[in-house]
């Protein structure tokens, strides 16, 4: 209703009589409403308004915040698990650290009995030093093979030219005795032809027996030096064959004298095998010393520990015997559903709700998995079946923590937590 229809103006005559009583019922027959209603309704009308507004405000408020984050219950803490395992096999000896005890990088956690690997490292030692002094003796030989070889062609080549000239020094001399014997035995025909013809004038009584007494002497004597010139000639045929064996050795020798630059060769390749051997016995060595470092298992990163191993045990390379959880490196792994990525980024903020310790956490995240959780199980679903049910799917989230707060370590890998994202 209008207010100016329900307030008419009135004359100064109507004013003067408003002092003169009025019954109201007559008034509320005809539709008339006094000023005290009409004010609240008006009120009640702006307070509907009031609350409806507010409503729409809180509402859009509402909304706004809902949709500013995406949240989940499916999800826990996680963090690399370092297993610690013996790289050299042995019995153990000293477990310096218990169950769920706190350790630093480095630390000594299990020793194991070095005897055997102290022996080990000895006797690579004596190997590496026996080695050594070979390649020395070798690399030392060198240059005097080099030395012998060159003084030995040398030699050999003079020999041979020696040996030559004293082939032809026994042959002249062969031809000198074979001259001689050639000579001894005319002077012996003439001997024995002047002893015959002697002999017949003896006989004849022609000369006197002296005469052939001297006659028989010559012969005689001529004899033998035909003998003794024949000894000479044979002699000296002997010494023509010893002088060409000379030559014949000689020869031999200069052949074996040029072999030397492949003598000293193969002596250069044996001080290079050597030297590999050196190379060899000090790797050995090495690996006997490392060993021997294997025998006390450090931890590989700061956390806490959990051990499978006691004093006593016989443990092989690669046993496993302690794992270290890092709790300075835990992470939330968050299984979102695929239709809650739509405006998930990396690097948005994070707050992550504890549910052992009641605590909110803040993070970020710092990357998305590139398929689903079901592709990296052992056998992974297959949807080409004639049974197809769709069913959404998750995709884990990683999201880290600010530095400090998990400052008291009581966050743990496999707590239940519930993350939430701030997509705005």
Do not use: C
Not at 22 to 42: F, H, M, Q, T, V
Not at 134 to 141: D, G, H, I
Request: zero cysteines; proline letters at 5%; glycine letters at 4%.
């Amino acid at each position: 209703m209008n207010m100016a229809e329900e307030n008419p103006p009135r004359s100064a005559s109507e004013a003067g009589k408003e002092t003169t009583p009025i019954d109201p019922s007559p008034l509320r027959d005809g539709g008339y409403a006094p000023p005290a209603r009409r004010n609240s309704k008006r009120r009640r009308n702006i307070v509907i308004l009031a609350v409806i507004v507010v409503l729409l405000v809180a509402g859009v408020f509402l909304w706004r915040y809902l949709g500013s984050y995406e949240s989940t219950d499916d999800a826990q803490a996680d963090a690399h698990l370092y297993p610690v395992s013996a790289r050299v096999s042995g019995y153990v000896v000293r477990v310096n650290v218990d169950d769920n005890q706190w350790v630093e990088k480095g630390t000594v956690l299990v020793e194991i009995d070095p005897k055997d690997y102290e022996v080990a490292v000895a006797q690579a030692q004596a190997n590496l030093g026996n080695a050594e002094a070979t390649a020395q003796s070798l690399n030392v030989t060198i240059p005097i093979t080099s030395v012998n070889s060159s003084s030995q062609l040398k030699s050999t080549a003079s020999d041979i030219v020696n040996t030559q000239a004293g082939v032809i020094v026994a042959e002249r001399q062969l031809t000198a005795a074979q001259a001689q014997v050639e000579q001894t035995e005319a002077n012996d025909v003439k001997a024995q032809d002047d002893l015959h013809r002697y002999k017949l004038l003896v006989d004849k009584r022609e000369v006197a027996e002296q005469v052939y007494d001297q006659a028989l002497a010559a012969a005689r004597a001529s004899t033998a030096a035909v003998a003794a010139a024949r000894a000479n000639e044979s002699a000296a045929e002997q010494f023509v064959q010893q002088a060409r064996s000379r030559v014949v050795q000689a020869d031999a020798n200069y052949q074996n004298a040029e072999t030397g630059p492949q003598q000293v060769s193969s002596t250069r390749a044996r001080a290079r095998a050597a030297v590999a051997d050196v190379e060899q016995k000090r790797a050995l060595l090495e690996q006997a010393e490392l060993n021997l470092q294997y025998t006390k298992i450090v931890a590989p990163v700061s956390g806490e520990v959990n051990k499978t191993v006691v004093v006593g045990m016989n443990v092989q390379d690669g046993q496993q015997l302690l794992t270290v959880v890092p709790l300075d490196e835990v992470w939330v792994t968050a299984n979102f559903k695929e239709t809650q990525l739509k405006h998930m980024r990396v690097g948005q903020r994070a707050e992550i709700h504890v549910d052992s310790t009641g605590r909110t956490l803040k993070g970020r995240v710092d990357s998305i998995a590139g398929a689903t959780g079901p592709l990296f199980s052992l056998l992974p679903p297959e949807n080409a079946t004639g049974n197809y049910v769709k069913i959404v799917q998750r995709i884990p989230v990683k999201i880290v923590l600010d530095p400090g707060e998990n400052r008291d370590r009581q966050l743990r890998p496999g707590m239940n937590v519930v993350p939430d994202v701030y997509l705005r």
